[in-house]
């Protein structure tokens, strides 16, 4: 594959961030908030989406961030697609969960 | 000196003055007035108390402020669990797919909404209603405290608007009521802020 | 916004802790940080266990802040966690130095008086005079005496942290002051 799933999804317009599938945890605003965070093409897509084997079918869990400026709902749904279209032919359901909604990095405000 | 079950010539104890001194409660408190023994006993609590107030406000201040390293150094090592909340479906095209938004992310954009708002700043939010069926009724509850000076009407309409173009934009959720309480007026000066 | 925090009411702050905002836990942590340690430091003796026993207590509200009935009660709350946490280490410690020997159960960094001159010129004659008398009394009195004056508590919240009921909370905390009294007057 010439690109990983994790840039398939950070690609979708509206998402933040991709977030680690197991354990969320933050840190006080002090630190970097970037330990979330993977900018790294090469990122490990296991840490990153959950796959699951529901008898017989595989589901491709994982958790975003959505930027205060986008419409949530349409993220998802594209932010499904991607993932979709990036493990096909295999057929796999999936799962999206919108953790956070904020100002994407670097932009004016909190 | 005496022990506390030990009683004064009066017939009250050392343990009931210590008791008055905390509670206020005395069986006969005109008696604390006119008996040598029972004013003695309480001068002496209460310059203990004092020596106490003076020993605490000593360790108070060698304990630092903080803002100091210690108090740095701790909160760095702090990991604290993102509180989800309930699951908050989202509208999926393909029946196999689960869209979702945590709770905790949309009060988090709530509270963010209600933070912009000058002079005002969020406290308690709360989604009433089961956010967890599509369509099912929900009201949003906000606790907010305000900055002395800043007109509260104007204020909560604008607010309320805001937060139902947020809820909108973000959520499929059906908001049936929008409830800004105003819980603490602060009186901050201008500068601080 | 995050030092905007600082100026608002504890209730505010913790409802959005509860909620799950960071900054504003840090914010109450360093609020009541200080009186946090000072308490901690007062009961275990030992700077490095007080510290120890703030962090934990921290992590216990963050986890629990949601069950807190009274927002605006959240000071006391920290304090009694405090009190009761820095009571679980005297037992752990307690409990250790039975096994390993008397000599090894008084931490290097005592908090604890022993009183010399110069910190009688330093501290003044009274502060002094106390922490000597205090760390003379009974464990059971000091601890009574030390969440009552530094923590602030209750008669009933210190007899829940001691697990005793409030009727023994109120002789220890008499039979303490008594001590004390008597104590502080010998020194003069």
Redesign the interface.
């Known amino acids: 594959m010439s690109t990983s799933l994790h840039q398939a999804i950070m690609a979708v317009d509206g998402v933040t961030e991709v977030f680690p599938a197991r ?6 605003p ?2 970097a908030a970037s330990l979330l965070q993977r900018n790294n093409a090469d990122a490990d897509d296991s840490a990153l989406v959950e796959v699951r084997d529901l008898g017989g ?1 595989t589901e491709a869990a994982v958790r975003i961030g ?1 930027s ?1 400026d986008a ?3 349409e993220v ?2 594209a932010v ?1 697609a991607a993932i ?1 279209n990036h493990l096909s032919p295999a057929d796999v ?10 100002p994407a990095r670097g932009a004016a ?2 | ?4 079950h030990d009683v004064f010539e009066c017939g009250h104890t ?2 009931e003055l ?2 008055y001194l ?1 509670t206020g409660e005395f069986p006969d408190p005109p008696h604390l007035e006119s008996c040598p023994e029972c004013r003695s006993g309480l001068d ?2 209460r ?10 406000a ?3 201040a ?6 100091d390293d ?3 150094d ?11 909340g309930r ?1 908050i479906p ?5 029946p ?7 709770e ?6 709530v ?2 909404v209600a ?2 708002l000058p002079g005002a ?5 709360r989604l009433e209603g089961d956010v967890t069926v599509p369509g099912e009724p929900v009201a949003v509850h906000v ?1 907010l ?1 305000v900055l002395f000076g800043h007109p509260l009407m104007p204020r909560a309409a604008s607010l309320r608007q805001d937060l139902a173009t ?1 809820l909108a ?4 959720l059906n908001i049936s009521a929008i409830d800004i309480t105003v ?2 007026v ?1 009186d ?1 000066p201008r500068e ?2 | ?1 995050r ?7 504890d ?2 702050l913790a ?2 802790a ?5 900054a504003a ?2 914010s109450l ?7 946090m ?3 901690a ?2 009961l275990t003796g030992s700077y490095a266990d007080a ?1 120890d026993v ?2 934990e207590v ?2 216990q509200a ?2 629990q802040l ?1 069950t807190l009935r009274e ?1 605006a009660a959240v000071k006391a709350w920290l304090l009694r966690l405090t009190g009761s946490r820095s009571i679980d280490l005297l037992r752990r410690r307690r409990n250790h130095a039975s096994l390993t020997g008397p000599e090894d159960d008084q931490p290097a960094d005592a908090v604890s008086p022993g009183a010399g001159p110069e910190t009688a010129v330093v ?2 004659a ?2 002094t ?3 000597a008398a205090l760390s003379a009394l009974p464990e059971e009195q000091r601890r009574c ?1 030390v969440l ?3 923590n602030g508590q209750s ?1 009933d919240e210190i007899a829940r942290t001691l697990n005793i009921s409030p009727a023994s909370v ?2 220890r ?3 303490a ?2 001590t ?3 104590e ?2 010998d020194w003069r």
């Open positions: 354990n969320l945890w933050q840190r006080l002090g630190r079918r959505v205060s419409r949530t709902p998802v749904r499904a979709r359901s999936v799962k999206v969960t919108v953790v956070r909604i904020a405000g909190v | 000196m005496s022990m506390p050392l343990e210590s008791l905390d002496s609590l310059r203990l108390s004092a020596a106490g107030e003076e020993l605490f000593n360790d108070l060698a304990a630092g402020s903080g803002r210690w108090m740095k701790i909160l760095a090592n702090l990991t604290l669990e993102l509180r989800p699951s989202l509208h999926s095209d393909d196999a797919d689960t869209l979702s938004e945590t905790g992310s949309v009060i988090a954009l509270r963010s933070d912009s700043v969020a406290g308690k939010v606790d405290a947020a934009r973000h959520t499929e819980t603490d602060i901050a601080e802020l | 916004m030092d905007q925090l600082d100026v608002v009411p209730a505010i409802g959005r509860a909620d799950g905002d960071t836990f840090e942590a360093r609020r009541y940080g200080p009186h340690r000072a308490s430091r007062r510290d703030v962090q921290l992590v963050w986890q949601d927002p501290a003044g009274g502060i005079s106390l922490k005496w009552k004056e530094i008669y109120r002789g905390l008499a039979r002051r008594i004390l009294v008597r502080m007057e």
